[in-house]
């Protein structure tokens, strides 16, 4: 009887081996494999934010020239020391930019069942789409009437002698008055316009405000509109357009939002002009999408892969 309990016990000391030791090689499979595929999504995760990065950045250029996409996304992807992970760069001028990474992992557990490394790839696009709501905007605007050609010359008015309804294309925004209008001018409205929404115009001459600080904004930028690569280039607005609103005794008294456009500013204003000269440009800046919004150059970017 002795021997039978013993030899049972000794069975169920065996087995319990066998069970530790299989669930110590599980265990050890699912931290392998917790390693290995924690090392793949941070890298795909890293991939993808670079990716990004790149083609957010490179269609800031589409309406520029297409050596420049490429330099600012090559510019990006060596900041991040990925140029070498690069398969593929996709350019549509004026529409869109996608790139292609592809980068291998040398992984650890997975090479006990024969496999050594795992190629990560991501792909990203970005898209131009007309520019309906942003942030930012010069207290100026133009009637969207007006047909634009690009990089010709223009007058924008800030006074209001030979306009008709005495709409000489100066908004209030936020509120009316010289000063305010000198600031918005200066560092542009900080508050976010749209589409559809209603805007009171500027009554008055303030034309001598204005010229100081167009004074500014050309000293602040020398690169001509045809090449504007500083994003930050002070000679650029933004400007609403706009369709007549409220009209009172022949007065345009308030505008409603139809888009956006960029103006470039290509000269000071002397103690005798009342017109800001510049031209229209083509340009993608930071604002958003809005539906409805009529194109005037002002072009928005839209991750869409």
Do not use: W
């Amino acid at each position: 009887m002795k021997k039978i309990i013993l030899n049972l016990f000794k069975r169920e000391q065996g087995n319990a081996i066998v069970f530790a030791a299989i669930a110590f090689m599980g265990l050890l499979g699912m931290a392998g494999l917790a390693i290995d595929g924690g090392l793949v999504y941070m890298t795909k995760s890293h991939l993808q934010k670079v990716a990004n990065s790149a083609v957010l950045s490179g269609a800031q250029e589409l309406t520029n020239q297409e050596d420049k996409v490429e330099t600012i996304v090559m510019d990006i992807l060596k900041s991040h020391k990925e140029e070498s992970s690069l398969e593929k760069v996709e350019i549509e001028m004026e529409k869109r930019v996608a790139v292609d990474l592809n980068k291998p992992v040398q992984l650890s557990f997975a090479r006990l069942f024969g496999f050594e490394k795992m190629d990560v790839q991501v792909h990203a696009a970005a898209e131009l789409r007309t520019m309906g709501r942003a942030v930012g905007a010069a207290p100026l605007g133009i009637d969207d009437r007006i047909p634009l050609e690009y990089l010709k010359p223009y007058q924008l008015k800030v006074d209001s002698s030979g306009v008709e309804y005495g709409n000489f294309g100066v908004l209030a925004l936020g509120s009316t008055g010289a000063k305010p209008f000198e600031e918005n001018l200066r560092n542009g409205y900080q508050e976010e316009l749209q589409t559809g929404m209603v805007l009171e115009t500027q009554t008055g001459n303030i034309a001598g405000k204005t010229r100081e600080v167009i004074q500014e904004r050309v000293n602040g930028c020398t690169e001509m509109p045809r090449d504007v690569n500083d994003r930050d280039c002070s000679r650029v607005i933004l400007v609403p357009v706009y369709k007549p609103n409220k009209i009172d005794q022949n007065q345009l008294k308030s505008v409603e939002i139809t888009g956006f456009a960029y103006f470039y500013i290509t000269d000071p204003m002397d103690s005798k002009d009342t017109s800001i000269r510049g031209m229209f440009i083509k340009r993608a800046g930071t604002g958003f999408e809005e539906e409805g919004s009529l194109f005037k150059g002002a072009y928005s970017i839209r991750l869409t892969e």
